[in-house]
């Protein structure tokens, strides 16, 4: 079981496929982008940057990807990407299956954004071996992913879903838990994984 696990665990590190990772985390965080487009011509400047909590965390898995491509890494952006990735692909299922509980049906949209959303937190995991990032790194993505539920539910930025407007301060509440787990989870990362170079097998 062991030997299987590292195979697999070897396997995501192969270059043409995480090439592949890669160019689907890209087209994805474009698209989110997009998506939150309508949002974010009501925003106000100040608060741009923590409205599209999903499209960011892509992308800061992108930069991750990128930089492993080329055999470098960012300490820095693989704590982000993880904590964030697990976080609002999580956050956003729940959304969206609090939506289908409230209203009877999400569509194909809706269901697209499942699926989508709980890939993202299944890729944070599955490349679990192969982040390297320490304490300092766990502690600035943990301060950032707070700043963001700050912003969002004390400043009114979160994702709009209008059918869930009249449960913002439970969804809130639910909110800062999930962080809380997600970044007690990075704490793992940091003590299971130690600093070492990027090593993508270009067999």
Not at 111 to 135: E, K, N, P
Not at 143 to 158: A, E, K, P, R, S
Request: hydrophobic share 55%; proline share 3%.
């Amino acid at each position: 079981m062991i030997s299987f696990i590292q195979k697999i665990s070897a396997w995501l590190m192969f270059r043409p496929f995480l090439l592949l990772v890669f160019l689907i985390n890209l087209g994805g965080t474009i698209y989110g982008y997009i998506w939150y487009g309508w949002q974010l011509k009501i925003t106000e400047p100040k608060f741009l940057i923590f409205v599209p909590d999903s499209p960011t965390a892509s992308l800061f898995f992108t930069i991750v990807l990128g930089l492993w491509l080329i055999g470098k890494r960012s300490s820095l952006f693989e704590a982000l990407a993880f904590v964030t990735l697990i976080k609002y692909g999580l956050w956003a299922v729940v959304m969206n299956l609090l939506t289908l509980a409230e209203t009877g049906s999400i569509g194909w949209l809706g269901w697209m954004l499942v699926v989508s959303h709980l890939a993202m937190a299944m890729q944070a995991v599955l490349y679990i071996d192969h982040y390297r990032f320490g304490w300092l790194a766990a502690a600035a993505a943990a301060i950032w992913t707070l700043h963001d539920v700050v912003i969002d539910y004390v400043f009114g930025q979160m994702p709009i879903y209008g059918s869930l407007d009249a449960y913002t301060a439970q969804i809130g509440y639910f909110t800062f838990w999930l962080s809380i787990a997600c970044i007690a989870f990075s704490y793992v990362v940091v003590h299971m994984n130690k600093p070492h170079s990027v090593s993508v097998d270009h067999s």
